[in-house]
């Protein structure tokens, strides 16, 4: 690059700057939200949560994260023109780590990743933050990463998209990959074809104490304690986990209990105790994908009331099992039991996800029950 460019390339991005949005002013949420919907519109596959979701993720008070843990909300404007957005949390929230930041809700044009992501590494060292994680949006507790791959794919409920572009801004910066979450696709047929867990799991299943149950739902609440529960064990040693309060989990339960068919809510039990647990809803992105503007008009309202049944893929949305137990196969039967109940209930396929890179029992699992890898999320770290 000569000279010249080199100059000019440094004249745009001195006109990127920098506002801090109040969200708790109904002007300041609403442009931090309108870029995100803006972006969405040039990309068929990017399915947006319903604008009343995001609001509530990113409302302080409502979102008992933001209620406890420090955090900015900014918006990155060229000549007037909302160019970009972006989140800190902390810092010192992280594991008690007194240096360590996160961020979230990273979105940005095609020509300003760079000027985005230097402002966000700005705002974070005047925070006194020396290390950054991210994207987790807002928590470790709900959607995370930027997708690397699968842009063909629309994204499922609850998981995010984002065009090519933002990968590249990540890595031309010094952001490092850290971790890697990947979703697995499973279709009726080659769970029927290609399945070959079927041994593994009869096996798992003679043993005398495991007893794997439908979820109750007439006992929503009684049930929801034991997902708690066993939520936070099971992931207790999982890489930056925190544990969540019952505030928190209710405050993520709450978009799901409408959702939720016992069928796809299964609890593994070893001699009547909750020793493991596996959730999965109806892909309600189906009924969203035509629905750019993220508003919930007459048409979108109809469809989310009546064409629930129309549905024909869903979401395996977590499963874990108590550290005590993983030597007994439960995940196995766990997760042949739902995506047989998914297949009865006349779903097509589905996707499994996330699942952290490196998580061979859930991988092979995953593998042999006939699913195949579909997309990547990559988390990043940088120092500052």
Known sequence: MGKSAVYLALMVELNFHVEEVNL???GGKKSFMDLYYHLAQSYGKWVVPLRLLHNELINPKKNPFLKKVPHNFYLVKQGGEVK???????PGHWKENPVIGSFGFVDFTRDSGTAVLKELKEQARQRGIKELIGPLNPGIHNDLGILSDGFDQRNSFLLNYNPPYYTQAFSGLG???IRQFGTWTLYREDFHQKNMLQPLVEYARRKKGLTIRKSDLRQFNKELKIFYELYNQSFATHWGFQKASWEEFCFLAGDLKSLIKAEMALVAEWEG???????????LNELLKSNKSGRLGLRTLFRLLFGR???????V?????LPEYRFHGIHLVLFYNIARNIFELGYEGGEIGWVMEGNTPVENTLRRMGAKRSKTYNLYRINL
């Open 24 to 26: 708790r002013q109904q």
């Open 175 to 177: 952001f490092q990959m």
């Open 84 to 90: 970009g957005r972006f989140a800190l949390f902390g």
């Open 309 to 315: 049944k129309d549905i024909k893929s869903a979401r």
């Open 317 to 321: 949305m977590i499963a874990g099992v």
């Open 273 to 283: 105790r909750p020793v493991g647990f596996v959730l999965g809803v109806p892909d």
